[in-house]
């Protein structure tokens, strides 16, 4: 039986390593958690958590599993970046934060041809770590959902549905511009629209879409699964929230209001009369659009087959086979490494 850990410092790491927990349960090998600086969130359904750096040296893992960009290098295991989101690019520097490289990981699990080929450039030149194009673990539960129908039947409509999620940086969200719009449309009852805003999104705002709730608009908050809402709609209406990008792999079409990644695979909107006709063109998805979302979902994630999370740990073992012994040595960071030993209070050095 093997050992794996999951390293969650980031309240996002939970959907991202669970996928990859319900793998390795699946075949017979062993997980356990190491939870640092958030709230212990797991279940009764998940793997124990560890409470110490001895327990984790003592669980000896095979394999670290991190979502964020740092992970000790005191703990046993090879540590495999497993990413907390796409290359979305909502700031001027998003793309060189997405490719930097800290010298923690051995091996980087990429998403698709977006990801794989600039970090693979990077592996050439830096030698001291290896890519492996897998998946995401966190798309998983979406493209093996079993009742993609259910939140239709619950909400009771047969009219199209149309998904409303937001960003909340106040430059990029598009919550308070579009407020009125759907409160005017959705008062028409041409569509059902269902809402969820980002847990961080201004309370005030979130309040005025709570109150917007009736026959012909669903609010749902923040801490509720989103996958259901996804599979529900016919249609997306967004920002630059990366929850976009998740909903365009479902084959699905995104009208974006002022997106800060605009391109052929959405339609981009920079006025509110706007919203409906675009709405409407999206709900009778025109060829070239849907073609564009398909060329572009296999440009960030071409595996849909919601078996990210076996890739993950099959390319884990395989590098533990056969390209961990060969690879150069880590830079010594001596400054991350007293960073992340000030963090978890471990000063011994091996």
Not at 69 to 90: A, I, L, Q, S, T
Not at 128 to 133: D, H, L, M, N, V
Not at 207 to 212: A, F, L, P, Q, T
Not at 292 to 320: M, N, V, W
Request: aromatic share 10%; charged share 20%.
């Amino acid at each position: 039986m093997k050992h794996y850990l999951l390293f969650a410092n980031q309240l996002y790491s939970y959907p991202i390593l669970r996928p990859l927990q319900k793998a390795i349960k699946s075949r017979g090998d062993d997980a356990a958690w190491f939870i640092h600086d958030i709230p212990d969130l797991l279940t009764e359904d998940d793997c124990r958590a560890l409470n110490s750096i001895k327990a984790v040296q003592q669980y000896n893992p095979a394999a670290v599993f991190v979502p964020t960009n740092w992970v000790p290098d005191f703990f046993p295991g090879v540590k495999v970046e497993v990413f907390h989101g796409f290359n979305v690019g909502k700031r001027a520097n998003t793309n060189q934060d997405h490719f930097r490289i800290r010298g923690h990981f051995d091996l980087y699990c990429t998403q698709g041809p977006d990801t794989t080929e600039p970090f693979q450039q990077l592996a050439e030149k830096h030698g001291y770590f290896k890519i492996a194009e897998t998946g995401w673990s966190k798309l998983d539960p979406m493209f093996n959902y079993p009742t993609p129908d259910k939140l239709r039947s619950q909400i009771g409509t047969d009219k199209p549905i149309i998904l409303f999620a937001s960003t909340f940086s106040p430059k990029l969200t598009s919550a308070p511009a579009l407020a009125d719009t759907i409160r005017k449309l959705s008062a028409t009852g041409r569509w059902h629209w269902i809402v969820t805003l980002h847990p961080k999104m201004d309370p005030a705002i979130v309040d005025i879409y709570r109150n917007m709730a009736g026959e012909h608009l669903s609010f749902f908050e923040s801490d509720q699964e989103i996958i259901p809402l996804l599979h529900a709609a016919d249609a997306m209406l967004c920002d630059t929230s990366s929850i976009f990008l998740e909903y365009l792999l479902l084959n699905k079409p995104v009208v974006t209001f002022n997106t800060a990644v605009p391109g052929p695979h959405v339609i981009n909107i920079h006025n509110t009369d706007e919203v409906a006709a675009s709405l409407q063109t999206a709900l009778e998805r025109p060829a070239d659009l849907m073609q564009a979302i398909e060329q572009y979902g296999d440009h960030i994630h071409p595996c849909r087959d919601g078996k990210s999370s076996e890739r993950i740990l099959q390319a884990t073992d395989d590098f533990i086979a056969r390209d961990y012994a060969s690879l150069k040595s880590k830079p010594l960071n001596l400054g991350r490494k007293l960073q992340m030993r000030k963090k978890l209070g471990y000063y011994k050095f091996k």
